[in-house]
């Protein structure tokens, strides 16, 4: 079905097409009209004739505004004289077109009704009564059948119609949502790789910036970690943007490969290379046989928690805790102490609600608060299947 079709045009061109079949109709009803007033037996009649084919003419109108009241007038004049057969008929058709269905039948019926006392004063030389009555409701019935067909027809076009544009924009919807969705995972991706790394950059680079006179050797073990930091933000900046560049939805669904929770003491030795102190408390037991996912989202709390500390915490201690078992779930609990304007439970960092919502995707959960002795609480828990 192709924008050709009647329902698919433009209203400009659907206006324009039913003004000129209405025009070409109406004409047709006067041309029709006024032939039959002149085929009268006598004058009289021919007189009589013209008259009400002048009236059937001027009730047109009427019918294309008030198609019951139009159809009944046009009705009760056929009955008078057959020179309103041609108005009554396009009264059926116009009724049947645009307005329910039962009331066309009415006036159809009216219609009928008018041409059988037409028939009985008026009668059809050389046709019975009973068969010109029967070709005049077989007729009124074929036009009373083809305006309810059209008028169907015209509906099914306009739901079609609707629902191609609500299917529009549904896609739309989805494509506006999906890249929104998009935005987001790069977001988040480049704030986890980015954040972390700039945090350790800062506090290796304030430590020589406010210790100028350290031993060389703590200055070049600070240099060697700002190197070290640079070179793997780099080098997982461009993992991210290799996974993002994907044209597979597999590779684009997962994470940076080699960033799971066997990577924690990578983290934590990057965290106290850079002058962090960090207690680990784990009672993870190896082999630790742990889902990717949970293994990933794991590896990002720790990154996020370490990060935030060095930021709203500098120098201040830090403890994390890793306890769990199959079947029991993954636990993470990050204390350190908090600033007055640290970040508070109510207000969390953007930092702090893409954990929530990356830990959500995983099936777990991430709560954050301060308590009344100012120490900054982070626990988070994620699904460990036995």
């Known amino acids: 079905m192709n924008s050709a079709t009647w329902g698919f045009r433009p209203p400009r061109v659907r206006a324009t097409v039913a003004t000129a079949v209405s025009t070409a109709g109406i004409g047709l009803i006067i041309a029709s009209s006024l032939w ?66 039962r009331r066309a039948a009415a006036v159809a019926l009216v219609s009928i009704a008018s041409a059988a006392v037409q028939g009985m004063w008026r009668p059809v030389r050389g046709l019975p009564y009973g068969w010109w009555l029967l070709l005049m409701a077989a007729a009124l019935g074929a036009v009373l059948g083809w305006g309810t067909w059209a008028r169907a027809r015209h509906a099914l076009f306009e739901a079609l119609h609707d629902r191609a544009r609500r299917a529009e924009q549904e896609q739309e919807r989805r494509v506006t949502e999906a890249r929104a969705a998009e935005r987001n995972r790069i977001a988040r991706e480049m704030h986890d790789v980015l954040a972390h790394r700039l945090s350790l ?59 799971g929770l ?44 370490l990060t935030n500390a060095r930021k709203h915490a500098d120098g201040q201690p830090v403890t994390l805790a890793l306890s769990g078992a199959p079947g029991s779930g993954l636990t993470i609990a990050v204390r350190n102490p908090a600033r007055s304007d640290a970040v ?23 709560t954050h608060h301060v308590d009344d002795d100012s120490v900054f609480h982070l626990d988070g828990w994620l699904p460990w299947p036995a």
């Open 36 to 101: 039959a007033a002149t085929r009268s037996a006598s004058p009289a009649f021919v007189r009589v004739d013209v008259a009400l084919a002048v009236a059937s003419v001027a009730v047109v109108p009427l019918i294309m505004f008030r198609p019951v009241t139009g159809g009944v007038l046009a009705s009760l004049l056929m009955a008078l004289s057959p020179v309103a057969t041609p108005a009554a008929g396009f009264a059926v058709l116009f009724t049947a077109q645009h307005r329910p269905f």
């Open 201 to 259: 950059l800062a506090a290796a680079a304030g430590a020589m910036e406010y210790r100028p006179d350290a031993p060389p050797e703590r200055l070049s073990a600070a240099a060697g970690v700002i190197r070290a930091s640079a070179r793997q933000a780099l080098s997982e900046l461009r993992e991210v943007v290799a996974v993002l560049r994907s044209d597979d939805p597999d590779a684009r669904a997962d994470e940076p490969p080699g960033q």
């Open 262 to 305: 066997a990577d924690v003491s990578r983290l934590v030795g990057e965290a106290r290379a850079a002058g962090q102190s960090v207690e680990v408390d784990d009672s993870l037991a190896p082999p630790l046989e742990i889902p990717p996912m949970t293994g990933r989202t794991a590896y990002r709390i720790v990154q996020e928690a």
């Open 344 to 366: 508070d439970g109510g207000d969390a960092g953007s930092g702090l609600i893409g954990l929530a919502e990356r830990a959500a995707l995983a099936g777990g959960r991430v």
